[in-house]
């Protein structure tokens, strides 16, 4: 069992830049590949990036790359979104999710994350 949760959401301006933390429970989060999710008022939740179970290995979205950086320290437990350069369009809930995994790839498929946090609400003005 994995408990998540998500800390750093906030309103900033446009250009602007925030950096989630996603910290984990439990003595087997080195185990797991972690992803960021988002949704938007009225719309599904999206992919936005994951990190495999030892750091090596990341995927992110369109929308997210060059911006967005994922990464994590498995002696603290906890997973990062450096998030620059944010956009009105970024403006969403962002969730944090977890499955257990050791291999170097990731999937993007919300419903392969057995654990997800509750979210931290992230807004951007113009």
């Known amino acids: 069992q994995v408990q998540l949760v998500e800390s750093g959401g906030g309103l900033v301006q446009a250009g602007g830049s925030l950096r989630l933390s996603c910290a984990a429970s439990g003595r087997t989060f080195s185990t797991y590949a972690m992803g960021w999710f988002r949704q938007a008022p009225g719309k599904e939740r999206d992919f936005v990036v994951a990190i495999n179970w030892s750091g090596a290995n990341t995927h992110y979205a369109d929308s997210a790359k060059g911006r967005f950086t994922i990464s994590r320290d498995n002696a603290k437990n906890t997973v990062y979104l450096q998030m620059n350069n944010l956009k009105p369009e970024d403006t969403a809930v962002y969730y944090c999710?977890?499955?257990?995994?050791?291999?170097?790839?990731?999937?993007?498929?919300?419903?392969?994350?057995?654990?997800w946090g509750q979210g931290t609400q992230v807004t951007v003005s113009s």
């Open positions: 999710a977890a499955y257990p995994s050791t291999s170097l790839f990731v999937t993007t498929q919300a419903s392969l994350y057995n654990y």
